[in-house]
């Protein structure tokens, strides 16, 4: 139909508009995966190579194994972005799957949405007539958007713009280039647990309930006020260009950074489960606070 025919190419523009952002939401969720045990399948099974990500591809040895991945990608450079998409996590699965439902699937709704609300603005007779097309309320974005099917080919193409920016590159260069996003990410996703509200369980008594909810108040206000400290100790592990996840010997300079930035000790010492370290920094950061001098 024309209606929709005009929206897909709507749809495909502000998709192309949004590429640098795009790319960027690409490169923060790499980061981190250089960091975990590599695994392939082998015979059925799921066993660990006995190396990072980040050492083979830092290697050149290839990511994806011969029983997993998606042929579409099985022509990648070894230890590339592409490589990594299709190797496989933890549990088994292909890391392309995981980043179509994490980062693809949630861009490209989100641009359907901006591309509608522009369509509706600009052309509003023809949305009016597309939306009854479809069978739905054309002040209902949502409704119009899921009905329309414009998401699928619009991800498809988002998947060919970040491979076409990324697919040959590095995976240790597309997580530095990530970096700092991906902080802000976390800034993010750390405040709205602080102002998330509590939600009892079910099947508790009254009094359970009430000391129940006492304590996620307290917990609540505890996290709230830790909120500021992890944003500021995410801006000093981005400003302090240590490697992630910091190791031990890189301690003192974060630290440095952590105290710079105005933490006390004691804020210092409740945000580092929240930081990406590596085993024994945290212990080492600790022992750094308890040998400075008093008031020092």
Request: glycine letters at 10%; hydrophobic letters at 45%.
């Amino acid at each position: 139909m024309f209606e929709v025919d005009w929206m897909g190419l709507l749809g495909r523009e502000v998709l192309r508009e949004r590429t640098a952002a795009l790319v960027a939401e690409a490169c923060a969720w790499t980061v981190g995966m250089s960091d975990q045990p590599h695994r392939v399948r082998r015979a059925g099974r799921l066993v660990a190579t006995g190396l990072t990500v980040g050492e083979r591809a830092a290697a050149g040895l290839p990511l994806s194994g011969e029983e997993d991945g998606r042929l579409d990608l099985g022509d990648a450079r070894p230890g590339s972005f592409q490589d990594a998409l299709n190797a496989v996590d933890r549990d088994g699965v292909v890391q392309a799957d995981r980043f179509d439902a994490e980062v693809l699937e949630p861009f490209v709704r989100e641009t359907c949405l901006m591309a509608a609300d522009r369509g509706r603005r600009s052309r509003p007779r023809d949305w009016a007539e597309l939306a009854d097309d479809v069978g739905e309320d054309e002040t209902d974005l949502v409704a119009v958007v899921a009905a329309a099917g414009w998401e699928a080919p619009l991800r498809i193409e988002a998947e060919h713009l970040v491979l076409a920016a990324l697919g040959g590159m590095p995976l240790i260069e597309v997580e530095a280039e990530g970096l700092p996003l991906s902080l802000v990410r976390a800034a993010e996703a750390a405040a709205r647990a602080a102002v998330r509200p509590p939600e009892p369980p079910s099947g508790t008594g009254q009094g359970q309930v009430q000391g129940q909810v006492q304590g996620d108040v307290q917990g609540e206000a505890q996290d709230d006020a830790l909120a500021g400290a992890r944003y500021l100790a995410l801006t000093a592990l981005g400003a302090a260009r240590v490697t992630v996840p910091v190791a031990p010997e890189e301690a003192r300079h974060l630290l440095a950074e952590l105290l710079a930035l105005g933490l006390e000790p004691e804020e210092v010492t409740a945000v580092l489960p929240d930081l990406p370290l590596a085993p024994g920094t945290s212990e080492a950061v600790a022992a750094l606070l308890d040998a400075r001098p008093p008031g020092g």
